[in-house]
């Protein structure tokens, strides 16, 4: 029989695993390659009462599991989430629901609560370059807020972190992916890495940016599959 040493895995997550948005259509930031089109797909659940029924109704109806993301505040921090925490905890004692939570910036209390909460997944995005924050999301952080946001949720316990990196972020270029790549190889011990290639949403500033190149993109998926030979690369 041939040896088969590629996997190739394909995910179909609608409708069994709906995109939630904590704070509707509004977020603090401007960030470049969105301007709150991502929020556009995503179901608007701003308040515990609704949240609850909601997410109720979905564990009847056969749903696996949701993305509760949203937008942030300056700060990064997802907008509403400690507010629905409560909720959140009370879902994952009821349901068999899986929660995958887009973290955004996550202090030690929050990332304690997020675990306490019994929340499945933090999905956290990495950015290894100062200039690409600045330029492109601009809002107050550094690429150290991403080193603490992942000690943080390591320190907490999180039961499955899920860094993700964006190829090509900083207007279709490399830039700061490599440093993103060493930052969660020191900080955190990832369940599966997620490997996003930038692509240019329209109506957004970089809608007629270039995408990144197949070479560039080739050369940071073989750097992380060289730095995490174990790991799982999505
Ligand atoms: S924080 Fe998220 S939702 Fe808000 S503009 Fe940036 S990418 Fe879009």
């Known amino acids: 029989t041939a040896k088969m040493d590629k996997i190739f895995r394909s995910y179909y997550v609608w409708p069994k695993?709906?995109?939630i948005s904590m704070s509707g259509d509004s977020c603090a930031l401007y960030c470049k390659h969105c301007n709150h089109t991502y929020l556009n797909d995503m179901q608007s659940?701003?308040?515990?009462e609704k949240f609850l029924e909601t997410c109720r109704q979905l564990a009847d109806n056969g749903t696996v599991g949701f993305l509760l993301s949203g937008g942030c505040n300056k700060?990064?921090?997802m907008l509403n989430l400690r507010k629905l925490l409560p909720v959140i905890k009370q879902i994952k004692?009821?349901?068999d629901l899986i929660i995958k939570l887009h973290a955004g910036f996550v202090d030690t209390t929050l990332a304690e609560d997020i675990v306490s909460a019994g929340i499945d997944i933090a999905s956290v995005e990495v950015v290894g370059s100062n200039e690409t924050i600045k330029?492109?999301?601009?809002?107050?952080?550094?690429?150290n807020s991403y080193v603490?946001?992942?000690?943080?949720?390591?320190s907490a316990g999180m039961p499955y972190i899920v860094p993700h990196i964006c190829i090509g972020l900083h207007y279709g270029e490399i830039n700061g992916e490599f440093e993103a790549l060493k930052i969660i190889k020191e900080f955190c011990n990832p369940s599966l890495l997620v490997m996003i290639v930038f692509r240019p949403t329209k109506g957004t500033?970089?809608?007629n940016c270039k995408i990144p190149s197949i070479s560039d993109i080739s050369t940071v998926v073989k750097k992380a599959k060289e730095m995490f030979p174990y790991?799982?690369?999505s």
């Open 17 to 19: 695993f709906p995109s």
């Open 45 to 48: 659940l701003t308040k515990p």
């Open 75 to 77: 700060n990064g921090k």
């Open 93 to 95: 004692r009821e349901t």
């Open 135 to 143: 330029e492109i999301f601009d809002f107050n952080a550094s690429t």
């Open 148 to 154: 603490n946001t992942l000690q943080n949720l390591e």
């Open 205 to 207: 500033v970089l809608e």
């Open 231 to 233: 790991k799982d690369i």
